[in-house]
């Protein structure tokens, strides 16, 4: 009878056991699904011009030519850091791990972040091609190029911690009027140079998004230059079609991308408003922010869609290439307005 008890006595404990681990399971998964809602919020867009104000007003500093354009790019770092969740895109545990959209969404950002930093370093900091660069910029460009998947030994956001303090290093020195080898340059050539890098990167977001549907192309890679080649041919006409599991990846990529773009910008009119205005081409830029600020409308759908073109339900990823595409014809009249003398 004792023995009985015994049993008895074990197997209530270890169905008690067994509760208690069913529920921890299932508690950690609900608080795993709630916070993977938070997570997925996208950050606000914040004022350049106030966030430069604070940023002098706090280090007594003056808004010296490009310190709105350095300081803004230090926020939109610091954002990817720093923003609901923190930064998702190297999480190896739940719920970072089984998210997708704000993975894609920072590497959207950091695409921007990378273009801007090498134009620092490389043009806007450098009065021609035989000047010295900048010797926080040298440090600053390669540490926003760090493997943005590595978590440890050493991990992502140190990394790019490292780039945005050196990034504040050079604002300083750039309004402290005893730094004289901090500069900017605020010139047409500089911005054109940039632009250009804007202007690919768009144009590929935005095949990208309308192959969400899938088209058939012809190839007019060696269009117009009789004597061109290239090292592997192509077929004349072919199809591209993105995958249907990475339509959502595409469309948030390019909507990170429109975020950091826009703010950027924004900083753009204020350092190169002298350049802009007498170019007549300020509106242009405001256009471009315009189109830009359109692909950050809420989404009221749960998932994106990739309905047919003409069909009966919406495809967002068409939608998003039509705003992107238009910012990027944008930018092409302001590189031209910009050359002309």
Same mark, same amino acid.
Not at 3 to 27: P, S, T, Y
Not at 110 to 122: C, E, G, I, N
Not at 208 to 225: F, I, P, T
Not at 279 to 306: C, D, G, Y
């Given at each position: 009878?004792?023995?009985? *008890?015994?049993?008895?006595?074990?197997?209530?404990?270890?169905?008690?056991?067994?509760?208690?681990? !069913? +529920? +921890?399971?299932?508690?950690?998964?609900?608080?795993?699904?709630?916070? +993977?809602?938070?997570?997925?919020?996208?950050?606000?867009?914040?004022?350049?011009?106030?966030?430069?104000? /604070?940023?002098?007003?706090?280090?007594?500093? =003056?808004?010296?030519?490009?310190?709105?354009?350095?300081?803004? @790019?230090?926020?939109?770092?610091?954002?990817?850091?720093?923003?609901?969740?923190?930064?998702?895109?190297?999480? !190896?545990? #739940?719920?970072?791990? %089984?998210?997708?959209?704000? #993975?894609? %969404?920072?590497?959207?950002?950091?695409?921007? !972040?990378?273009?801007?930093?090498?134009?620092?370093?490389?043009?806007?900091?450098?009065? /021609?091609?035989?000047?010295?660069?900048? !010797?926080?910029?040298?440090?600053?460009?390669? /540490?926003?190029?760090?493997? *943005?998947?590595?978590?440890? @030994?050493?991990?992502?956001?140190?990394?790019?911690?490292?780039?945005?303090?050196?990034? *504040?290093?050079?604002?300083?020195? @750039?309004? &402290?009027?005893?730094?004289?080898?901090?500069?900017?340059?605020?010139?047409?050539?500089?911005?054109?140079?940039?632009?250009?890098?804007?202007? $690919?990167?768009?144009?590929?977001?935005?095949?990208? @998004?309308?192959?969400?549907?899938? /088209?058939?192309?012809?190839?007019?890679?060696?269009?117009?230059?009789?004597?061109?080649?290239?090292?592997?041919?192509?077929? +004349?006409?072919?199809?591209?079609? $993105?995958? %249907?599991?990475?339509?959502? &990846?595409?469309?948030?990529?390019?909507?990170?991308?429109?975020?950091?773009?826009? =703010?950027?910008?924004?900083?753009?009119?204020?350092?190169?408003?002298?350049?802009?205005?007498?170019? *007549?081409?300020?509106?242009?830029?405001?256009?471009?922010?315009?189109?830009?600020?359109?692909?950050?409308?809420?989404?009221?759908?749960?998932?994106?869609?990739?309905?047919?073109?003409?069909?009966? $339900?919406?495809? =967002?990823?068409?939608?998003?290439?039509?705003?992107?595409?238009?910012?990027?014809?944008?930018?092409? &009249?302001?590189?031209?307005?910009?050359?002309?003398?």
């Amino acid at each position: 009878m004792d023995k009985q *008890n015994e049993h008895l006595d074990r197997f209530l404990e270890a169905g008690w056991m067994m509760r208690i681990v !069913v +529920g +921890g399971i299932a508690v950690f998964l609900l608080l795993a699904v709630i916070l +993977g809602f938070v997570f997925s919020s996208e950050p606000e867009q914040f004022v350049v011009t106030e966030v430069a104000a /604070q940023h002098a007003m706090e280090n007594d500093r =003056h808004l010296a030519t490009g310190y709105t354009t350095t300081v803004t @790019l230090m926020e939109i770092a610091s954002t990817l850091l720093d923003k609901s969740g923190g930064y998702l895109s190297n999480d !190896v545990m #739940p719920p970072g791990l %089984w998210l997708d959209n704000i #993975p894609n %969404w920072e590497f959207g950002v950091l695409v921007q !972040v990378r273009d801007l930093s090498r134009a620092l370093r490389k043009d806007f900091s450098r009065s /021609q091609s035989q000047s010295t660069e900048d !010797v926080d910029l040298v440090i600053a460009e390669p /540490q926003f190029h760090f493997d *943005n998947l590595s978590w440890a @030994l050493p991990d992502t956001e140190g990394e790019y911690r490292r780039g945005i303090n050196k990034l *504040n290093s050079y604002a300083l020195r @750039l309004a &402290d009027k005893q730094q004289a080898q901090a500069q900017f340059f605020a010139r047409a050539d500089n911005l054109r140079q940039w632009l250009k890098d804007v202007e $690919t990167r768009l144009g590929s977001l935005s095949q990208r @998004l309308s192959a969400s549907v899938g /088209q058939k192309r012809l190839n007019v890679d060696l269009a117009g230059d009789n004597a061109s080649s290239q090292s592997t041919e192509n077929e +004349g006409e072919f199809e591209v079609k $993105t995958p %249907w599991t990475e339509i959502d &990846d595409v469309f948030y990529e390019a909507r990170g991308s429109a975020w950091a773009l826009i =703010h950027i910008l924004k900083a753009i009119e204020v350092d190169f408003a002298d350049i802009l205005s007498k170019k *007549n081409s300020l509106v242009s830029v405001k256009q471009i922010v315009r189109e830009l600020e359109a692909t950050q409308a809420a989404i009221w759908s749960p998932i994106i869609l990739n309905g047919d073109g003409f069909g009966m $339900t919406a495809n =967002h990823s068409l939608v998003m290439a039509s705003y992107i595409s238009r910012a990027n014809a944008g930018i092409i &009249d302001l590189r031209a307005l910009l050359s002309q003398g």
